[in-house]
């Protein structure tokens, strides 16, 4: 009953977000019926408009449950994990997420709609950092093997295609400061985490990386994703 969003694991099974029906459902390849999970509700593992599911590495499933404004994780075979997110516009909260993807390191990307911006998770709901690039309403998000981020950018009728992300933290060594009393100090060090997924023009820096309008031609596009030779289909 309306569903709209599906991913694909390595065996051929097939997983719907059947949104309408507040459920998962699972298929073979051939559509034959495999397996359900969800209800109508706000507890764990409840739906209330599930919109998209995504799949990592190792096997979890992540639901953007849209209208309670969160993401839950999975296994493949519906065992609830955990859950992140809440309701509002601050750094980690979510109003409205149609989309969610999944890197090859398990970063978990959320497009969170209706606060037109994408926000980067760890795998357990650790928040990490957000972009944005004049997006209306941006509904779907994923990954290429080379990390390159793609954006469903639904009411500006086109994909954004962003550099790979770089979140890795930037440690500053720890000082030596000069002692001339008896006792001890030790410093810590800096830790700056340099935000994910920022946009990376080389009209403004020198990193080589470009954000691209990679498709302008849609008409209010509503999904898309990659073959593995790279290939978009919208």
């Given at each position: 009953?309306?569903p709209?969003?599906?991913?694909?694991?390595?065996?051929?099974?097939?997983?719907?977000?059947?949104?309408?029906?507040?459920?998962?459902?699972?298929?073979?390849?051939?559509?034959?019926?495999?397996?359900?999970?969800?209800?109508?509700g706000?507890?764990?593992?409840?739906?209330?408009?599930?919109?998209?599911?995504?799949?990592?590495?190792?096997?979890?499933?992540?639901?953007?449950?849209?209208?309670?404004?969160?993401?839950?994780?999975?296994?493949?075979?519906?065992?609830?994990?955990?859950?992140?997110?809440?309701?509002?516009?601050?750094?980690?909260?979510?109003?409205?997420?149609?989309?969610?993807?999944?890197d090859?390191?398990?970063?978990?990307?959320?497009?969170?709609?209706?606060?037109?911006?994408?926000?980067?998770?760890?795998?357990?709901?650790?928040?990490?950092?957000?972009?944005?690039?004049?997006?209306?309403?941006?509904?779907?998000?994923?990954?290429?093997?080379?990390?390159y981020?793609?954006?469903?950018?639904?009411?500006?009728?086109?994909?954004?295609?962003?550099?790979?992300?770089?979140?890795?933290?930037?440690?500053?060594?720890?000082?030596?400061?000069?002692?001339?009393?008896t006792?001890?100090?030790?410093?810590?060090?800096?830790?700056?985490?340099?935000?994910?997924?920022?946009?990376?023009?080389?009209?403004?820096?020198?990193?080589?990386?470009?954000?691209?309008?990679?498709?302008?031609?849609?008409?209010?596009p509503?999904?898309?994703?990659?073959?593995?030779?790279?290939?978009?289909?919208?």
């Open positions: 009953n309306n709209y969003g599906v991913v694909v694991d390595n065996s051929g099974n097939v997983y719907v977000a059947d949104t309408s029906n507040n459920r998962v459902e699972v298929f073979n390849s051939g559509g034959g019926y495999l397996n359900q999970w969800g209800g109508s706000s507890g764990n593992g409840l739906f209330d408009g599930p919109y998209a599911v995504a799949l990592d590495n190792s096997g979890y499933i992540y639901v953007a449950d849209r209208n309670n404004d969160r993401i839950q994780k999975f296994t493949t075979i519906g065992g609830y994990v955990t859950q992140w997110g809440t309701s509002g516009g601050g750094d980690g909260q979510l109003n409205n997420p149609y989309g969610v993807g999944v090859g390191s398990g970063g978990v990307y959320v497009a969170d709609t209706f606060n037109n911006r994408i926000e980067e998770f760890t795998n357990t709901g650790g928040y990490l950092g957000q972009f944005t690039y004049g997006f209306a309403y941006p509904e779907s998000v994923w990954i290429d093997n080379s990390g981020v793609y954006v469903d950018d639904s009411s500006n009728n086109r994909i954004v295609k962003f550099g790979p992300c770089l979140y890795t933290p930037t440690i500053t060594p720890t000082p030596t400061p000069t002692i001339t009393l006792p001890t100090i030790t410093l810590s060090p800096t830790v700056t985490n340099t935000p994910p997924c920022v946009v990376l023009d080389t009209s403004y820096n020198g990193t080589g990386y470009s954000e691209t309008d990679f498709y302008a031609g849609a008409d209010v509503n999904g898309a994703t990659l073959d593995s030779a790279g290939n978009l289909v919208l």
